[in-house]
């Protein structure tokens, strides 16, 4: 029962990560380079919700949607001032960038709202049992929000110009360029839509815990791990990646020190890189 | 003040040195190391069990953690042996060098854990008098940061120098011409880390009591950005990108008494945010920094 | 109205004796030069809520020895400068106030990691530093008689949280969790060692790192396992995230923890709502506010009677415990005056919580046994300070209640 109960608890932390992982994918695909600001960015959505839902008085729900609109947009903003003018530059060069966004970042919720720990205005509820499992309200609801992120996304890299568009620049942006593509307005579609992500995502973690500065940055390997394992670049992989990583995480717990748990992505990545590069769902990757 | 201004310059000593090693890493291999911190940590504490527990003196505590701290690099070299790709390799130097900072905090047969290693003596401590310390501190951190430049500059302009820039410009020609890429990627690493070995050994002897409190992940933040300033490559243009950052972070202490509003949480995210701003800022239109790396100057003889 | 010739005479008059008498009232009052005391307060940082007060207690102690003659007829001088709540910075101010200022002596030391980074510094200069902090590492070891603590040992703590727990909660089964902290282990040791003596169960226990990314693990592990209480010791951040998650869980073991993470001025109830804070108990070392010493503690500081402070009348007692030791010793030099810290402190002697009248008694060549303000100022030799009590509060409709007062 305790296993069981453990694996459940595993499966929440994954669906946390699930957003978070998706964005780290799908904008590597496109730009090519692992975003190390996606933790902040979180944290800065979580306290935009923070805001609106406990120093407004919105309903959570309104101030999660603001919020991760109003983090597209300012992923869109920030892309422009930052990553754009360095485009040229490589990937090594976005991000040391990203790095220096994140600190950025994580340092103006502190200068904003402290080192405290605070929480949205919701009411907790206790938990229900299905087959002895213990569940509660807010696990369902992240449940049901990532699910349906995930439906969107999966709708709008299939069915729609945009996503087909975004897809066509991630497998050969020059291909793309030549058969008329307009790479600009494609990548300020995947910082919009990242941004979107990381917004829904930071709520879901500052519903889980407590809002703090670092809350973001230390699901950073976590999700880069989900995102490795699952294949860089592979949305359907980040979504099979974060599970994985969630459950095997608290999984660990049964026989190793709770306090090492941060070894389990780690390890993930080692034997990912080391056996199968391309991770999961990855295609091969061929160099130059 | 004169005082403060030894002890100031011995920090810039030590972050220079650190700087020079992130410089060989990532200026002149293109290998971008995420975990310095996590580097850091082990430098120190390698060090100070090394005296405290395993009875070294000063200089064999300071080799062992240049050799322990170049091994572990060298480790997670080896890690990269199918992709190089540099994304993938600062993911897992960040997660090693959290792992790292992890040990520190958790393995209290070893590490003492949150309670820290106190009573690190200082090298030389009893043969120089007390009110001349500082002085001699000042003195053996200068030497060895000339040290440090002097080695660092001498491999930069060996064959092997050679070599690591062509792994950093492209590490597919260079296999192609017959190098192999791995091991150069290995030595490389190490090299670097065995300076961030001796920076952390520093720390330790400076200090005198370490605990991870004092190792977070800021010091990446500090150090990149004194590369940036200095110029990727160039070594002097390191030491003096470590001194403007450490007198700008150190000064901004005093903005503490300029701006009373202030409290000392959001000064230090100010300072943070100020850090970021510029190494952004000098990546988009200061990218080569304000001095350049030295390179055999081929083209003006012809 | 218009002065007179006589009266501007008259002025001069008065003001040329003041002059001339002033070197005379100076030497009688203050000989030489003054005493320089350093005084490092975590003024900002996580610890920055203390240290103002614990300053101003030091300035308004200083300035009524001065003000009564100072000490050895010289004046004490403060340089109290910020910590910043880190190992790091009090380092550097412990070296700046022994080789810039001289000091003999370095006061206040708030947390553990600013205790352990000076007291190296402290013992190689022969310089006695006083601190606030718990862990029990601050004092082990040999100190040569330089370190003090103005505060419960941690060890002390995990008794008397222990003994509240067996005598009066009578909880069979317990399970413990603490983060990895230094001040945190020697509590949880005690504690668990106390459980076991007293047969009650101790179903589970771990210890946790700071900033992690969920608690989810660790509370499944020890509330799933259904123990009467739980014992959580730790700080605030974590303690919100694990009570958010033991509400939801579902589990209804008691929560017994410390005070800064379940109080912390309010901050604590303010995060997870009443609901979730319900009924969780509390523990906090304070002063006996019932003691003569702390009340004339609150009249010198001009508070109300009801004021509860925790760390400052601390610092008061530090600098009383320097200046008497000093007077007693004839000698304003840690090497003397340090063996003479249990003398004034513990006594045998006359009981005053005055601290003039204490000097006044030591300087007529009396015994003292001086009574703090935070305590009873009695220490062990290796400079633990005894007889000191906790607090226990239980939160209720989102206030913290006090329920009693207890000493190890």
């Known amino acids: 029962m305790y296993i069981i109960q453990t694996a459940f608890n595993g499966v929440i932390s994954g669906v946390i990560m699930t957003l978070p992982a998706l964005a780290v994918t799908l904008l590597f695909g496109v730009l090519k380079f692992p975003n190390f600001a996606v933790g902040a960015m979180m944290t800065v959505a979580a306290y935009l919700a923070f805001a609106l839902n406990a120093q407004l008085g919105w309903p959570l729900l309104a101030a999660a949607l603001t919020a991760a609109l109003a983090m597209g947009v300012l992923c869109i903003a920030i892309d422009q001032v930052t990553f754009k003018p360095l485009r040229e530059r490589g990937g090594i060069t976005l991000m040391v960038a990203s790095l220096g966004l994140g600190f950025i970042l994580e340092n103006l919720a502190r200068f904003a709202y402290g080192n405290a720990a605070r929480s949205f205005v919701i009411e907790l509820a206790r938990p229900f049992r299905v087959a002895d499992i213990r569940m509660n309200y807010e696990q369902m609801i992240t449940l049901s929000v990532s699910a349906t992120a995930m439906l969107l996304m999966w709708f709008l890299l299939s069915r729609t110009a945009t996503g087909r568009a975004m897809r066509a620049v991630a497998d050969n942006p020059a291909l793309a360029l030549v058969r008329g593509i307009e790479s600009p307005r494609v990548i300020r579609w995947t910082w919009f839509i990242t941004g979107l992500l990381l917004g829904v995502g930071g709520v879901l973690i500052g519903m889980d815990r407590a809002l703090e500065p670092p809350m973001g940055s230390n699901y950073l390997i976590s999700v880069f791990a989900a995102a490795i394992l699952g294949g860089l670049g592979s949305p359907l992989g980040a979504f099979v990646g974060a599970i994985i990583i969630g459950v095997v995480s608290e999984l660990s717990t049964l026989v190793l020190p709770p306090n090492y748990r941060i070894g389990v992505p780690l390890v993930a990545i080692a034997l990912v890189l080391i056996f199968r590069p391309q991770g999961l769902f990855g295609q091969p990757y061929i160099r130059k | ?302 | ?408």
């Open chain 3, 1 to 408: 109205m218009r002065k007179t010739r006589r009266d501007i005479i008259k002025t001069i008059g008065a003001t040329t004796a003041s002059a001339l008498a002033a070197p005379y009232l100076n030497l009688a009052h203050s000989q030489g030069a003054p005493i320089p005391i350093g005084v490092g307060l975590p003024l900002t940082g996580n610890a920055g809520a203390y240290g103002p007060d614990m300053g101003e207690a030091a300035r308004r102690t200083a300035a009524m020895i001065n003000a009564a003659g100072g000490v050895l007829g010289r004046r004490l001088e403060l340089f109290i400068e910020d910590s910043e709540s880190s190992a790091a910075v009090a380092a550097n101010l412990t070296q700046k106030f022994i080789n810039v200022h001289k000091a003999q002596a370095c006061i206040g030391y708030w947390g553990t990691p600013e205790g352990m980074s000076s007291r190296p510094i402290a013992i190689q200069n022969k310089t006695v530093l006083m601190v606030s902090s718990a862990a029990n590492a601050i004092t082990e070891g040999d100190t040569q008689g330089y370190v003090w603590r103005f505060q419960m040992k941690a060890t002390d703590w995990g008794i008397v949280i222990g003994r509240a727990t067996v005598d009066k909660l009578g909880f069979k089964s317990v399970g413990i969790m603490g983060l990895q902290n230094a001040f945190v282990l020697p509590i949880m040791t005690e504690f668990t060692a106390r459980m076991r003596a007293a047969g009650r169960t101790v179903t589970d226990s771990l210890i946790y790192n700071p900033e992690q990314p969920s608690y989810r693990a660790e509370v499944e592990r020890i509330f799933g396992k259904k123990p009467e209480a739980v014992f959580c010791f730790g700080l605030l951040p974590d303690f919100v995230s694990i009570m958010k998650e033991v509400y939801r869980g579902g589990f209804d073991s008691k929560v017994v923890a410390l005070s800064i993470m379940a109080d912390a001025e309010g901050k604590f109830v303010q995060a997870v709502g009443d609901k979730v804070a319900e009924g969780i108990r509390h523990f906090q070392p304070m002063p006996d506010l019932s003691a003569p010493g702390y009340k004339r503690f609150l009249k010198l500081m001009g508070a109300p009677a009801d004021r509860v402070y925790l760390f400052p009348p601390n610092t008061h007692d530090q600098i009383a415990i320097t200046a008497l030791a000093m007077e007693r010793a004839k000698s304003p030099m840690a090497v003397d005056w340090s063996k003479q810290i249990i003398a004034v402190g513990n006594g045998p002697g006359e009981q005053t919580d005055d601290v003039v009248e204490a000097l006044k008694l030591v300087r007529a060549g009396k015994p003292v046994n001086f009574q703090g303000a935070g305590s009873t100022c009695d220490f062990t030799p290796n400079g633990d300070q005894i007889g000191r009590g906790m607090g226990q509060w239980i939160i209720k409709g989102g206030k913290s209640v006090f329920v009693e007062y207890a000493k190890p």
């Open chain 2, 1 to 302: 003040m004169i005082s403060f201004i030894i002890l100031m310059s011995i920090v810039v000593c030590f972050s220079a040195i650190l700087a020079l090693a992130l410089n060989f890493q990532w200026g002149k291999g293109g290998m971008v190391n995420f975990g310095l911190s996590g580097f850091y940590t082990l430098g120190a504490y390698a060090a100070a069990l090394l005296i405290l527990k395993g009875g070294a003196n000063a200089f064999v505590a300071t080799v062992g953690a240049m050799l322990i701290v170049a091994v572990v690099c060298g480790l997670v070299a080896l890690v990269t042996l199918r992709v190089t790709e540099e994304d993938y390799f600062a993911i897992v130097t960040l997660g090693v060098g959290e792992m790292l900072r992890l040990v520190s905090l958790n393995e209290d047969w070893l590490t003492n854990g949150a309670l820290g290693l106190a009573g690190i003596p200082r090298p030389f401590g009893a043969s120089v008098p007390p009110e001349m310390y500082p002085y001699f501190l000042l003195g053996l951190s200068l030497a060895l940061l000339a040290f440090t430049y002097a080695a660092l500059t001498v491999i930069a302009r060996s064959p092997f120098g050679r070599l690591v820039r062509a792994v950093r410009e492209d590490d597919v020609v260079a296999a192609t011409l017959g190098k192999n890429v791995l091991w150069a990627r290995v030595r490389i690493f190490a090299i670097g880390g065995a300076f961030i070995g001796l920076a952390g050994s520093m720390h330790s002897f400076y200090y005198q009591y370490i605990d991870p409190t004092q190792f977070t992940n800021i010091v990446i933040a500090y150090a990149f950005m004194a590369v940036i300033a200095g110029g990727r490559g160039a070594h002097l243009g390191t030491i003096a990108g470590a001194a403007v950052v450490m007198v700008l972070l150190e000064g901004s202490r005093f903005l503490k008494d300029a701006i009373p509003a202030l409290n000392s949480d959001q000064l230090a995210a100010i300072r943070i945010i100020i850090i970021g701003a510029g190494l952004i800022a000098l990546l988009i239109w200061k990218p080569q920094g304000f001095l350049k790396e030295y390179r055999l100057r081929t083209e003006e003889r012809t």
